[in-house]
């Protein structure tokens, strides 16, 4: 019959209508700040840095300086400016290490080139700032963040990482 | 003595204040008729905006629901203040005119299409004896004043000087002059069996009288219901063809090629913001609601619906739930099947839209027209079954023919 298509799609919107006041796994939107957030240990958006000593977060800094992710950065927004010691010469350890994350689009490219698993990828995303220059750009302080908060974010991928880490001590270790 | 006449007829009584408020001003005749023009007038324009508003809410609500979403749910009780969140968001933007559009012609454009879209609702009977204008000729005065919104569509699309502004325009054009057609020409056959362009005699026409007047209560609901046009072959073919076509009038899902988003920006309204695009909307919805009361009363007995004679009252005529709620209630029926059509329906191709309106409703309603003519001859049990059994081998036909010019069908593979 002519105009039978029409009718179907009308039922199938009519059972979606009236399905949605019945079945709540119909409605999948999460109604934000009061129904929570969908955070998964898959969730990633801008990186941060990962330290090891809780009582001296910036001297156990992971990184070092190498500025490989900063080269690595398509939009380029990662800034980097080795360390000195006292006698000018330079160490292995960011003096600055600033990301605008106004411009970082979420790649994770820089934690796929780091070689010293010092940048992973975090999954917090309420950044929002009243100033949209200083607040948008984040210093080492702001992002470093400790293995124990990358385990409980991340808790597969960081066992993983430890695990490379260790091997690589043991390997490094009796020489 | 007054309150006796009030309450004799419950659904009179606004109509029965306003006679006694006159009796009160006789002194003064221009007074009568100032006081007449205010109280036809100002409801129309106070009721269908709070009617749009509903509306928009209502839309919103329903094609979420559709699309499994919860839809507005943060201003108001369900999101009921959403409407007016809108409104003051429409209100307090900025009023941007391009600097080489017709600025005369582009202001003009959203206050000339209001002008139609109320003009026509005042010769809708919304109740007995509560119609603005009783206009003998009220059919032919609604098409009439509703083809002029067809020139402020394309003033705003040839006067914001933009491509899709001037594309939409003439597609707008186009569409309405040929879907005038099939809407005029289902509206024929109701003009022929009622014998009047009257629409409170079109409605009259769609009760039967002595059974309303009669003392059987069952009789005075089926009286109000069982001769609706809708319900003779003739009549639900031509309901189709009005509903079908006056979606294309007012440029609603899937006919909404004039303002199709994802080909066009927005058409003629691209280059208006702010408070001129909320007049674009709201005179396309008042629009809607107008040709929808049309409709109610050409095929769905206008006010007439399943009511009964108050038990204390004396006057035969009377009834106890008044008629404009009965008109409301199947104009948002109309209304929210529109909705559930912009959930469903994909957009129409620009040669398919009018393939589709000359190709087959506009034969379909010419053959509607025999149909009606034959029907009013023939005894109503032979004119009944023939009548459906004719318009459905037509509508049969008529796709077959239309189909004929498809080409062999196309298989779609994923790459």
């Avoid at chain 2, 006057?315 to 959930?343: E, N, Q, S, T, Y």
Wanted: charge should be positive; proline fraction near 6%; aromatic fraction near 12%.
């Amino acid at each position: 019959m002519l105009g039978k298509g029409i009718i179907n799609g009308l039922t199938v919107t009519a059972w979606n209508f009236f399905g949605s006041y019945f079945s709540k796994s119909r409605l999948t939107t999460v109604q934000y700040p009061e129904g929570g957030n969908t955070v998964t240990a898959f969730s990633r958006n801008i990186p941060f840095l990962v330290f090891d000593d809780a009582n001296a977060p910036i001297d156990s800094l992971r990184c070092v300086a190498c500025k490989i992710c900063e080269k690595e950065c398509p939009p380029q927004c990662i800034y980097i400016v080795q360390d000195k010691d006292a006698n000018g010469k330079l160490i292995k350890s960011p003096k600055i290490f600033d990301i605008d994350i106004s411009v970082c689009m979420g790649c994770q490219i820089c934690v796929e080139v780091c070689p010293f698993e010092s940048i992973k990828m975090d999954s917090h995303f309420e950044l929002a700032g009243r100033d949209r220059f200083a607040d948008l750009l984040l210093h080492r302080e702001q992002l470093a963040k400790s293995n124990d908060y990358y385990h409980k974010i991340h808790p597969a991928e960081a066992r993983e990482v430890d695990d490379r880490l260790a091997a690589k001590q043991k390997k490094a270790g009796p020489a | 003595m007054i309150l006796n006449t009030l309450l004799d007829n419950p659904d009179q009584i606004l109509v029965n204040l306003f006679h006694q408020g006159a009796a009160l001003l006789q002194a003064c005749p221009a007074l009568v008729i100032a006081l007449g023009i205010l109280l036809s007038t100002v409801p129309l324009v106070a009721i269908f905006p709070a009617c749009f508003a509903i509306t928009t809410w209502l839309e919103r609500k329903g094609l979420a629901r559709i699309q499994n979403r919860i839809g507005p749910n943060r201003a108001g009780w369900f999101g009921l203040l959403q409407p007016m969140a809108d409104g003051i968001k429409m209100l307090l933007k900025e009023d941007i005119v391009p600097q080489t559009s017709d600025r005369l012609a582009h202001f003009l454009a959203p206050v000339l299409l209001l002008i139609p879209a109320f003009t026509v609702l005042s010769v809708l009977p919304f109740s007995r004896n509560m119609i603005p204008a009783a206009a003998d000729t009220g059919v032919i005065l609604f098409f009439a004043l509703g083809s002029i919104s067809t020139l402020p569509v394309f003033m705003a699309g040839w006067s914001s000087h933009n491509k899709y502004s001037l594309l939409g325009g003439m597609r707008a054009i186009a569409q309405m002059v040929s879907y005038e057609i099939p809407l005029v020409l289902s509206t024929v056959t109701v003009v022929m069996l009622t014998g009047s362009l009257n629409t409170v005699k079109i409605v009259e026409f769609q009760q039967v009288t002595h059974w309303i007047e009669g003392s059987n209560p069952a009789l005075q609901i089926l009286g109000q219901v069982l001769k609706w046009n809708v319900f003779t072959p003739w009549g639900f073919t031509g309901f189709l063809i009005f509903f079908i076509s006056s979606l294309a009038e007012i440029n609603r899902c899937p006919f909404d090629l004039p303002e199709a988003d994802s080909e066009i920006v927005a058409g003629h309204l691209t280059e208006y913001s702010g408070f001129k695009y909320a007049l674009f909307f709201m005179g396309e919805y008042v629009s809607a609601f107008a040709i929808s009361g049309l409709a109610v009363t050409l095929f769905l007995g206008g006010w007439s619906g399943p009511n009964i004679r108050p038990w204390w009252s004396e006057d035969p005529r009377a009834l106890l739930i008044p008629g404009f709620v009965w008109f409301f209630l199947k104009m948002f029926a109309l209304i929210l099947i529109m909705i559930w059509i912009r959930g469903t329906l994909p957009r129409l191709r620009v040669d398919h839209l009018m393939a589709f309106a000359w190709k087959f409703l506009m034969p379909l309603a010419l053959i509607n027209i025999f149909i009606a003519g034959a029907y009013y001859y023939l005894p109503h049990w032979i004119g009944w079954p023939a009548g459906l059994i004719v318009i459905y081998a037509c509508y049969e036909g008529l796709g077959r023919i239309n189909r004929r010019h498809l080409g062999p069908k196309r298989i779609y593979r994923y790459a």
